[in-house]
């Protein structure tokens, strides 16, 4: 299994960009994706979860409304688009992935620990 996280890069509050994920090796109607993101001398936190097995999305509180997460018609691409950025979602975000499950349940963006596949990360900075 491979994950490749794309699409970083430093933006403006306000702003909007797009993070990609390309997962590879895993069965395409059956994983679930995940993003989790990292800031300097935070603990990392999740934030969008996809799921193929059963067509269900999660967020974290903090991003609902303003992140939206989606696959391409492939269902190998899993996207984050971002908007109405804010400096403290800046971060290092990374794309995490397993076999089956469901975002159905909070804990399917909350539990890092969950997902056995991750890939790079990317940073995304929002400043002024």
């Known amino acids: 299994v491979q994950l490749q996280a794309s699409g970083g890069g430093l933006v403006q509050p306000g702003d909007s960009l797009r993070l990609s994920c390309r997962v590879s090796?895993?069965?395409?109607?059956?994983?679930?994706v995940a993003w989790f993101r990292q800031a300097p001398g935070r603990q990392r936190e999740g934030v969008a979860c996809s799921s193929s097995t059963d067509d269900t999305t999660n967020y974290a509180e903090s991003v609902r409304h303003r992140f939206t997460i989606s696959r391409d018609n492939t269902k190998t691409v899993v996207y984050l688009q971002m908007d109405n950025l804010i400096p403290e979602d800046t971060a290092v975000y990374y794309c995490?992935?397993?076999?089956?499950?469901?975002?159905?349940?909070?804990?399917?963006?909350?539990?890092?620990?969950?997902?056995?596949?991750w890939g790079q990360g990317t940073l995304v900075t929002v400043s002024s």
């Open positions: 090796g895993m069965t395409t109607d059956g994983n679930t």
């Open positions: 995490a992935a397993l076999g089956g499950w469901t975002c159905h349940f909070d804990d399917s963006v909350s539990k890092a620990g969950r997902y056995p596949h």
